[in-house]
């Protein structure tokens, strides 16, 4: 199974309640994790994070944030 590393982050109409963001990028229900990072050596899992009200979330898929789960615009940057 191959990584799955998109370029722009995934935008969504976040509720309230306790949510786990997928990080390594093999979820099959991103932006969340499904669980399968648990079937693959890939040293990461899931950010947790509690959404206290509805908001809109930009959540980082390109892996460069340095907030994640959070988009913080590294998308943009030219590659090293
Ligand atoms: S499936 Fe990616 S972190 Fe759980």
Same mark, same amino acid.
């Given at each position: 199974?191959?990584?799955?590393?998109?370029?722009?982050?995934?935008?969504?109409?976040?509720? =309230?309640g306790? /949510?786990?963001? &997928? !990080? %390594?990028?093999?979820? $099959?229900?991103? +932006?969340?994790c @499904? #669980?399968? *990072?648990?079937?693959?050596?890939?040293?990461?899992?899931?950010?947790?994070?509690?959404?206290t009200? =509805?908001?809109? /979330?930009?959540? &980082? !898929? %390109?892996?460069?944030? $340095?907030?994640? +789960?959070?988009? @913080? #615009?590294? *998308?943009?940057?030219?590659?090293?």
């Amino acid at each position: 199974m191959q990584r799955e590393d998109g370029t722009r982050p995934i935008v969504i109409d976040e509720t =309230p309640g306790k /949510k786990w963001y &997928c !990080q %390594c990028g093999l979820s $099959q229900r991103l +932006p969340y994790c @499904d #669980g399968t *990072h648990k079937h693959h050596d890939v040293g990461v899992g899931p950010i947790a994070v509690e959404i206290t009200e =509805p908001a809109t /979330k930009a959540v &980082c !898929q %390109c892996h460069r944030t $340095q907030g994640p +789960p959070w988009c @913080d #615009g590294s *998308h943009r940057m030219p590659d090293e």
